[in-house]
């Protein structure tokens, strides 16, 4: 059983930057594809990002958003750059075994609990 605690939201002013973790425990990290998902009040929960084989990022945050990973501390890392108010949401962290990264929540078989990210105008 994978365990999955994301941290490092906040409230921040549109254009700074926040940096997001994602802490693993309970598995073999580097056998798992781990990705960020968000979910904006009233909104479906949506992909942002992934890294496992490869590193897959929606076009909305594409060019602003990098994520990264270290095996040796089981942690994967959101950098947020360029924030928005429309960033504004819950950030969640999953995995699913093996290297594919995918966009379907369905897929993913753990989840964190989420950090709350408010972007101001």
């Known amino acids: 059983q994978v365990q999955l605690v994301e941290s490092g939201g906040g409230l921040v002013q549109a254009g700074d930057s926040l940096r997001l973790s994602c802490a693993a425990s309970?598995?073999?990290?580097?056998?798992?594809?781990m990705a960020w998902f968000r979910q904006a009040p009233g909104k479906e929960r949506e992909f942002i990002g992934g890294?496992?084989?490869?590193?897959r990022y929606a076009d909305s945050v594409k060019g602003r958003f990098t994520i990264s990973r270290d095996n040796a501390k089981n942690t994967m890392y959101l950098q947020m750059n360029s924030l928005k108010p429309e960033d504004t949401a819950v950030y969640y962290c999953?995995?699913?075994?093996?290297?594919?990264?995918?966009?379907?929540?369905?897929?993913?078989?753990?989840w964190g609990q989420g950090t709350q990210v408010t972007v101001s105008s």
């Open positions: 890294s496992g084989g490869s590193t």
């Open positions: 309970g598995g073999t990290f580097s056998s798992y594809a």
């Open positions: 999953a995995a699913v075994r093996g290297m594919s990264v995918v966009r379907v929540r369905s897929s993913y078989q753990y």
